[in-house]
């Protein structure tokens, strides 16, 4: 067997991680043992949000790896953990305690440090950087005392840090030495426009300024301002401020490289060639420490795609980096700003073509070659709408529209807009994950091959999102995936239906909303106001379930009955042979040996063959449609309920067993999984819903594989939402985080409806979450900001349903009615169905196979032991 | 094992009708075999054989009962295959079948009668 080769990563930021990532996804652990070393305490976490960070709910919203771990046993990562020395020869680093570690191969990833000009005072208490989570958590400290601050630096991280400051609550000032905000990406026209709009929210810029100083505060220390550079001797004015942040730049952490003697940049970075492969050739380097062909990119997007070619080379690859689309569009303190291509018009016989509108605060322009048929790059300040259809055409080359102003005008100006269909195949629109215009065509068109080998026609943007990954970095070009969906179902005539079935043109959605609206008792009544026919196995089941929701009836209760689905109305699990299967309920897991025992009984007593679920259950199954209320009074005896192992309702919630008994448990998870399964126990919802509770980051219950997933913190508790197992997995995604209880099950409950309420029929909530216009990002508004304002009617409905709950086993048998349909033949009551058969296997009974049973039939309720 | 026993002579009293709830079935023992009954909306009885032509289990009695177009059908709680209530052919798919059975209300009371002769594929609307 080959020698197992060690991979040492030296940096876990954003590309850090995604290098491991790949390293997984790709195979690379299967020969390779991979370290990660990261110097923060904190593993990966997403540093182009960290001006959210001040309105999420801690770190751990923005980790890109919030268990702390990555799953597969080959990778090891150490935090807190800094590398001091690189021996090449003897092909180890040495470590910040003095440890050395052997590598194979050798990944730089060790990112970049801000510049901090060298102005007299720049280390006074109260200057900032703005790079990690710690140096926001000192910015927000330092604010508590403070009344203003400000910038060094006008460019897009001197924007951001600008906003933070502004979320702090600060008087905020920016202070710029070239002669408007990002240079870089915008023109004086465009730099002008951004002006306006960032002093319109309080912000005020100093840009064509130097600065002198820092200086000291009135008692000598700390802060009292920034010094401006004055004409000539004369000193500038003084801009008042207790912090200082200086964002002016950053420069590529080589160090380890340079004492190694490996070659660097003239201007800074590790030299690395088109495979990212250093002057040595087992050490590489990627992101922001890295200077492909000499030239560093801060874009974490070319990071990326350095981190995919180094691997892919170490799996033996051609991969090459050769240079990113350095096109930038994001919302800068509420402003859309965008710039792509050549926007400075540095092509020769390059015209520009300028529409500004200072009322509406809009500037947009566009630069075309010399003949005016291609676009070669453009700026877009104030509205950013058209950034999407605009960047494939300069990536494309394709050629522009006659009136190509058209492009840019305001909607109702010119013609019609060109719009995605004027797009090539071959136009990238995803630039995060490399997804072309022809992709998404043909994943709607064609279809994707699924994980069962089948080819799977996407039906939506969600789909299109989930197969070919397109929009699921930054999200920017989601409105164009939209777009392209859409112009391509016009194309084929297809109207995107959301009906239900031929009874009703409405989806799951529009029902519940009339049901809320009239008051509808009955499917009857509906199908009769907004329907047509008798209705069908497909919209019955559904109004049932709306109306379960809504009125918390027993779902046998009158007309009701007949609109349930097979397990729905036998309260049971129908299996191959027309039998049932009983799984009682056994909240979070958690049993007594009593209980056990009579479980055994039961199972023993009736003949059922008895297996363990995934869901921490026992299921019996093999129980003849009439044996079903016999069973049940033997659970009910026995302080049982039947379970929901059936029905688009709440199965399970499983959970550890916490900090009870486990050395590791900082919560009592368990009780905490009971308390949620009782609660939430029988609530009917477009699909089945799942939950687990860990009691603490091991995560052994396995909540991120469930539709909602509570992890133990030391402050509370981790809500995790819209995960699931199946054919094909989810992780939960982090909802919100450290919650007490009370606050964990008010989320839960907004969140539950707010699911029930919108979904789609047969839609789990992990597609449910994608299906909405902003994701989780919506349901964090509407579940945690309560940007709706439903969150007390939201809360309200679950109150109505916990109030309502009863045993629908127990009420069953108490209703003569309802029994009724619980017998083998109307006719012939105490006639078992004879062709009903079983066969006996590792001691216990298994379905007959018709085909094999050729054999007398059995008559009778006995079980046949014995007969092969 | 089939049923035999056709003509007036044959029919055999299963329940009263308001023992079928409507829009359900109910399973019967007719002529020694399951017959699942079915009542729909507007109190119109259908008998079909019990069991689903595809896996062989006695269940069909146990099925959502709806309409595609004027069609009355059932669909099988296993894998919902439509049956029309009528003729006991799958909609989908006219080459799956469950045998159909003479079903009426006589005073209140449900009787199930002869089998019927299998109807042509084409025959099937």
């Known amino acids: 067997m080959e020698q197992r080769q060690r991979l040492v990563v030296v940096g876990h930021g954003m590309v850090g991680h995604r290098l491991v990532q790949a390293a997984v996804e790709r195979g690379l652990t299967a020969t390779h043992d991979v370290v990660v070393l990261g110097e923060e305490t904190r593993a990966a976490y997403d540093r182009v949000a960290l001006t959210s960070y001040f309105g999420a709910d801690g770190p751990d919203a923005l980790s890109l790896l919030p268990g702390g771990a990555y799953d597969d046993p080959a990778v090891t990562l150490r935090l807190a953990t800094t590398v001091t020395g690189l021996d090449r020869q003897a092909r180890t680093v040495t470590l910040g305690d003095g440890e050395v570690l052997g590598y194979d191969q050798l990944v730089l990833a060790t990112g970049a440090a801000p510049f901090v000009p060298p102005v007299p005072g720049h280390d006074r208490d109260g200057c900032f950087v703005y790079r ?64 306006r709009h960032v002093e319109q929210l309080g912000v005020t810029v100093h840009a064509g300024v130097r600065t002198e100083a820092v200086e000291a505060g009135p008692d000598g220390t700390g802060v009292g301002g920034l010094r401006l550079a004055g004409a000539g001797d004369e000193p500038g004015p003084l801009v008042e401020a207790e912090v200082v942040v200086f964002s002016a730049g950053i420069r590529p952490r080589d160090q380890l490289a340079r004492a190694s003697g490996l070659e660097v940049a003239e201007r800074g970075g590790v030299l690395v060639d088109e495979q990212c492969r250093t002057s040595d050739p087992r050490v590489w380097a990627v992101g922001e420490c890295a200077a492909p062909g000499g030239r560093m990119y801060g874009l974490v997007a070319p990071g990326y795609a350095m981190a995919e070619v180094v691997v892919d080379a170490l799996l033996g690859g051609a991969g090459r980096f050769l240079g990113a689309d350095m ?460 940007e709706l304002g439903l969150g007390a009617e939201l809360e309200a409905d679950m109150a109505d349903h916990v109030d309502a709950y009863f045993d629908e086993w127990k009420a069953t048998l108490e209703d003569p009615e309802k029994l009724a349909r619980f017998v083998s033949f109307v006719n012939a009551p105490d006639l078992p169905d004879p062709s009903i058969s079983f066969d006996v296997e590792r001691d216990q009974v298994r379905p007959r196979d018709p085909a094999a049973a050729a054999g007398p039939v059995d008559l009778g309720a006995t079980i046949p032991v014995g007969v092969r | 094992m089939t049923g035999g026993a056709g003509g007036p002579e044959g029919w055999v009293p299963v329940c009263r009708i308001e023992q079928i709830r409507r829009e359900t079935g109910v399973a019967a023992w007719v002529h020694g075999e399951a017959v699942a009954v079915f009542r729909t909306h507007d109190d119109e009885v259908h008998a079909l054989g019990n069991h689903d032509p595809r896996t062989g289990a006695s269940v069909l009695a146990r099925g959502i009962v709806g309409s595609r177009g004027d069609e009355p059908f059932v669909a099988s709680p296993l894998h919902k295959e439509p049956f029309g209530l009528r003729h006991g052919v799958c909609l989908d798919d006219p080459t799956v079948r469950t045998p159909s059975f003479e079903a009426r209300v006589v005073d209140g009371v449900v009787e199930v009668g002869a089998r019927r002769p299998v109807p042509a594929v084409a025959e099937v609307p």
């Open chain 1, 132 to 195: 990690t989570i710690d140096d926001l958590d000192a910015i927000r400290e330092a604010s508590l005392t403070a009344t203003g601050g400000v910038v060094v630096g006008g460019g897009l991280l001197g924007l951001e840090a600008a906003n933070a400051l502004v979320q702090l609550g600060l008087r905020t000032h920016v202070v710029e030495m070239a002669p408007r905000l990002m240079p870089v990406q915008l023109d004086a026209a465009a730099g002008s426009t951004l002006v």
């Open chain 1, 327 to 786: 096109s930038t569009k994001l919302k800068l303190l509420g402003v859309d700003v965008a710039s792509f291509g050549d926007a400075f018009a540095t092509t020769e016989g390059a015209l520009e073509l300028v529409f500004s509108d200072a009322v509406a605060g809009t500037y947009k322009k566009l630069v075309v070659t010399e003949d005016g048929t291609r676009l070669l790059g453009g700026i877009l300040v104030g509205d950013a709408a058209a950034y999407g259809v605009l960047r494939p055409m300069v990536a494309s080359g394709i050629a522009l529209p006659e009136n190509p102003e058209e492009l840019i005008l305001p909607a109702g100006r010119g013609a019609p807009a060109t719009g995605v269909g004027a797009l090539p195949d071959e136009a990238q629109v995803c630039s995060c994950n490399d997804v072309s215009k022809g992709e998404i065509v043909g994943a709607v068109r064609d279809g994707v091959t699924g994980p069962d080998g089948e080819p799977h026609r996407c039906e939506d943007v969600a789909d299109v999102k989930r197969c070919t990954g397109a929009g699921t970095t930054c999200g920017s070009c989601v409105g164009t995936v939209k777009a392209i969906v859409e112009d391509h179902f016009a194309s084929v005539g297809k109207e995107v239906d959301r009906s239900l079935c031929e009874h009703f043109a409405l989806s799951r959605q529009e029902i519940f909303d009339l049901v809320v609206v009239h008051d509808y008792r009955t499917f009857d009544a509906l199908v009769e106001a907004h329907g047509s026919g008798r209705g069908c196995d497909v919209c019955k089941p559904v109004v049932a379930s709306v109306l379960a929701s809504r009125f918390h009836g027993h779902v046998l209760e009158g007309a009701t009955g007949s609109l349930q689905d097979t397990n729905d109305a036998f309260l049971a699990n129908i299996q191959r042979n027309g039998t049932y299967s009983v799984v009682p309920r056994i909240a979070g897991g958690e049993i007594t040996p009593e209980k056990l025992i009579v479980l055994g009984e039961v199972a023993r007593d009736f003949g059922l063959y008895t297996k363990i679920t995934g869901g921490q259950r026992i299921d019996l199954f093999g129980a003849r449609v009439e044996q079903l209320p016999v069973i049940w009074q033997r659970l009910v005896d026995a302080g049982f309920e039947s379970g929901h192992a059936y029905g688009k309702s709440l199965r399970t919630v499983k959970s550890c067993v916490g900090s009870t008994w486990c050395r590791y448990g900082v919560q009592d998870s368990t009780s905490m999984a009971i308390a949620l399964e009782l609660r939430y126990r029988g609530l009917r919802s477009p699909h089945k819903i799942k939950g687990g509770v860990s009691g603490c980051a091991r995560e052994c219950a396995e909540a991120r594989s469930k539709d909602f997933g509570v992890i133990a913190t030391e402050k509370g508790w981790n809500l995790y939402v819209g995960g699931n197992g199946g054919a094909t997995p989810v992780h939960a995604r982090l909802l919100a985080g450290d919650l007490d209880d009370e606050t964990l099950v008010r989320y839960l409950d907004r969140y539950l409806m707010y699911y029930i309420r919108t979904a789609d029929r047969l839609q789990r909530t992990a597609p449910w979450v994608e299906s909405l216009d902003g994701g989780l990002d919506r349901v964090r508004a509407v579940v945690v900001d309560d």
